[in-house]
């Protein structure tokens, strides 16, 4: 859990990551974005929320 690894679990039932997200995707409406990317993984809440997969893929060009 390295990139959780600020989270006080003395608030867990709080849900504070649900504040913050919620807060995140309030700002990217009033701003008229029309995408948010929830980034790698697929945890259940993204696809709640209407995230759908990407892939990512790596491409090298080498000159001749």
Do not use: C, I
């Not at 649900?18 to 995707?25: A, C, R, S």
């Not at 990217?28 to 995408?35: F, K, L, S």
């Amino acid at each position: 859990m390295g990139y959780n690894s600020g989270v006080n679990t003395d608030y867990r039932e709080m849900s504070p990551g649900w504040v913050l997200l919620g807060h995140q995707l309030q700002w990217a409406t009033e701003r008229g974005r029309q995408e948010f990317d929830f980034m790698r993984g697929d945890e259940d809440y993204k696809y709640r929320f209407g995230g759908v997969n990407r892939y990512v893929m790596r491409v090298r060009v080498f000159p001749q």
